[in-house]
């Protein structure tokens, strides 16, 4: 299981990329932290996670 935003998640064996793809989360507006370690999105595709890892996915919002 991986934590993601505080939430368990059956998510190990699949990259971050395969993770976000069944999300609405607009990937141009988001962050994502893996173990305390901002991932490059040139690197989603590449990037696996794995039991007990801990995912935090940020979204960008505007306003004023």
């Known amino acids: 299981m991986v934590k993601i935003n505080g939430a368990y ?4 064996g699949k ?3 395969q993770y976000l793809s069944g ?3 607009n990937l141009s507006r988001i962050a ?3 173990n305390g370690e901002i991932v490059p999105k040139s690197k ?3 990037v696996v996670l794995f039991d007990g890892d ?3 996915v940020v ?4 306003g004023g």
Do not use: H, K, P
Not at 9 to 12: L, M, P
Not at 59 to 62: A, I
């Open 44 to 46: 989603y595709n590449e």
């Open 15 to 17: 990259t971050i990329a």
């Open 32 to 34: 994502v932290e893996r």
């Open 54 to 56: 801990c995912l935090e």
């Open 59 to 62: 979204s960008f919002v505007g």
């Open 23 to 25: 999300t609405e989360y």
């Open 9 to 12: 998640i059956d998510a190990a």
